[in-house]
């Protein structure tokens, strides 16, 4: 982080300990708080987004006060915010800095393309494999087809 | 193979697949066996397809089986708007194996994951339909002797049809040439040429059927549906291109077989039935053997 990205982030205030979620773009804040279930989150949240950031034009920042996300969990996120950093906060001093991963599985969040698909048809959860990481192509575990990029719809 | 369900045709591997054409192979010698006494099998049509759900019947009826079912949605618990998780819970406690064909793609994937007994899927809505593909390899295996090294054409609609994606993406184990002749618009999708690729095989794209005839030991036919062409003239220029008639087959190799999924409509002429090359019906037969061989393996009957 540039130092003046440090200034600007102080915009928010800074959490004890915690998970800061870092580089999200702009337009996908409310989707990443959406995936991560954080409207019920009964601590702290703090939450900006269309920061200034030299790296991304405009961004997102959400800081989770007391709350250390699992791989599994934060990973998801990848699909709307391939960019964001995860910033591991304890006693105020950065213990861990790394960068979200797309997971072999997505779970639950994706809505399969397909209006034929089982899945938009029964009350049930989705489950796509990934195919590919790069372009973003998940495998339907149900109707076998893929979703990609371009057709992809969370719920 | 025991109290596992074969959704998809990667749900087997191609050892399993074999040791079901070799079962199927006794079972055809001796197809009366009264060794499924004991079970209770279910046959779920949720859409009607009469042909598939007569041949499982016909296989659990020779082996003795009872059968208890429906053979379309007006009958069903769906029309009163019942869940595919509940309809499938519940008859999982009164069957021991469950046959089912589904107009949603996923619907029978799903179904193994809620029942407590084994499924075979029947259909799939445009997905998957295993047990045609084992009675296709069945089919040429008995033709051809083999299923290794062999020149296999597929005609006419290759993108859509579910049947045609299946049997090559069985046949790429067995080191063969594919010879794919379909109208530009229904190619076979790049989705399934990829395995073809993975694999290092051949494969030849045609836009006249005649070119094929010679160098083929299998051709597979499939009908092209009007409904896949957005413009009806496009469907008109090529509807009659792609007819098999009797005179195409004097340069056929002698060990030529013809195959089709049945129903055909126009796409295999009538004048094709009385040659020796067709196959096409005794195929369809081949499916009681195959599913003979599944019911009797998935309820561990055999092994
Ligand atoms: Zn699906």
């Known amino acids: 982080m540039s130092k003046k990205e440090i200034r600007k982030e102080l915009k ?58 699992v791989p599994q969990e934060i990973n998801k996120i990848a699909l709307v915010a ?25 779970e639950k ?9 089982i899945t938009n048809n029964e009350e049930m ?3 796509f494999s990934v195919i590919d990481k790069k372009d973003l192509k998940l495998r339907c575990r149900y109707c076998e087809k893929i979703t990609a990029k371009n057709n992809m719809t969370f719920f | 193979m025991k109290n596992k369900s074969l959704i998809s045709i990667n749900d087997f591997t191609p050892e399993e697949h074999i040791r079901i054409l070799d079962l199927a192979e006794e079972f055809e010698r001796q197809p009366t066996q009264r060794i499924l006494e004991e079970f209770v099998v279910a ?78 899927n029947a259909g799939d809505g445009a997905n998957q339909h295993p047990t045609q593909t084992l ?38 184990n067995y080191n063969t040439t ?21 694999k290092k095989l051949t494969y030849h794209q045609y836009t006249e059927l005649q070119e094929i005839v010679p160098k083929a030991d299998i ?21 009659n291109s792609y007819v098999l008639k009797k005179q195409m087959l004097e340069d056929a190799k002698p060990n030529l077989k013809i195959l089709h999924p049945l129903p055909r409509v126009n796409e295999i002429a009538i004048d094709v039935d009385s040659n020796p090359m067709a196959y096409y019906f005794t195929q369809a037969l081949n499916g009681v053997f195959i599913r003979q061989a599944l019911l009797a393996s998935i309820l561990g009957v055999v092994s």
């Open chain 1, 12 to 69: 928010v205030s800074a959490i004890e300990n915690g998970t800061v979620i870092d580089h999200i773009p702009s337009h996908s804040v409310f989707q990443v708080i959406r995936i991560l279930n954080l409207a019920e989150y009964p601590n702290q949240l703090l939450v900006a987004t269309n920061l200034e950031s030299q790296k991304m034009g405009k961004k997102g920042i959400i800081k989770v006060r007391n709350k250390f996300f």
């Open chain 1, 82 to 106: 391939p960019s964001a950093t995860l910033i591991i906060i304890k006693d105020f001093n950065v213990t861990e800095k790394k960068q979200v991963k797309i997971p072999n599985q997505v």
């Open chain 1, 109 to 117: 969040i994706v809505k399969c393309f397909n209006p034929n698909c």
């Open chain 1, 125 to 127: 959860e989705t489950l």
């Open chain 2, 43 to 120: 046959t779920l049509f949720f859409e009607p397809s009469t042909r598939t759900r007569l041949s499982f019947e016909s296989a659990a009826s020779r082996l003795g089986a009872r059968l208890i079912g429906f053979s379309e949605p007006a009958s069903t618990s769906l029309q009163k708007g019942e869940s595919l998780r509940d309809t499938i819970r519940t008859i999982s406690n009164y069957s021991d194996l469950i046959v089912m064909r589904h107009p949603r793609e996923g619907s029978a994937r799903f179904a193994s994951e809620v029942s407590t007994v084994p499924i075979i």
């Open chain 2, 135 to 172: 009675l296709d390899l069945y089919s040429i295996r008995k033709t051809q002797g083999k299923l290794d090294n062999l020149n296999i054409a597929f005609v006419g609609d290759l993108k859509y049809g579910r049947t045609v994606h299946s049997l090559v993406m069985a046949f790429c």
């Open chain 2, 178 to 198: 594919f010879h794919l002749v379909s109208p530009v618009a229904l190619k076979l999708p790049s989705s399934v040429k990829i395995h073809i690729k993975d």
């Open chain 2, 219 to 239: 051709i597979y036919m499939t009908r092209i549906q009007k409904e896949r062409f957005s413009d009806p003239l496009d469907y008109e220029k090529v509807k």
